[in-house]
């Protein structure tokens, strides 16, 4: 079982930065992928960003893309994702999920744990 804890979510204006880090209890953490969604009120969950478990592979939403990136250090099992030149429409609750292949994947059925959310919220 992995346990996932989401932190850094926040309120911020449009055109600014903010970083969620999201801290895995695996000791095995380098064999997940691990990913990024978010959910906003009334729309289904949607991919954003991927690593793979070395961190080699990175894959982002295009409408995210060259504005956000994803990132993770092994060594302190933790993955992040820097969120710059933020959005209103990016205004949602952000989750991060482990992917047991190590791949990565942007369909979320594909991530077997979650972790309970983060309110990012971008005031325009």
């Known amino acids: 079982q992995v346990q996932l804890v989401e932190s850094g979510g926040g309120l911020v204006q449009a055109g600014g930065s903010l970083r969620l880090s999201c801290a895995a209890s695996?000791?095995?953490?380098?064999?997940?992928?691990m990913g990024w969604f978010r959910q906003a009120p009334g729309k289904e969950r949607e991919f954003v960003a991927c690593?793979?478990?070395?961190?080699?592979?990175?894959y982002y939403a295009d409408s995210v893309k060259g504005r956000f990136t994803i990132s993770r250090d092994n060594a302190k099992n933790t993955v992040y994702l820097q969120m710059n030149s933020l959005k209103p429409e990016d205004t949602a609750v952000y989750y991060c999920?482990?992917?047991?292949?190590?791949?990565?994947?942007?369909?979320?059925?594909?991530?077997?744990?979650w972790g309970q959310g983060t309110q990012v919220t971008v005031s325009s």
């Open positions: 999920a482990a992917e047991p292949t190590g791949y990565g994947s942007t369909r979320y059925r594909e991530y077997d744990y």
């Open positions: 695996e000791r095995t953490f380098s064999r997940y992928a």
């Open positions: 690593i793979s478990g070395t961190g080699g592979r990175t």
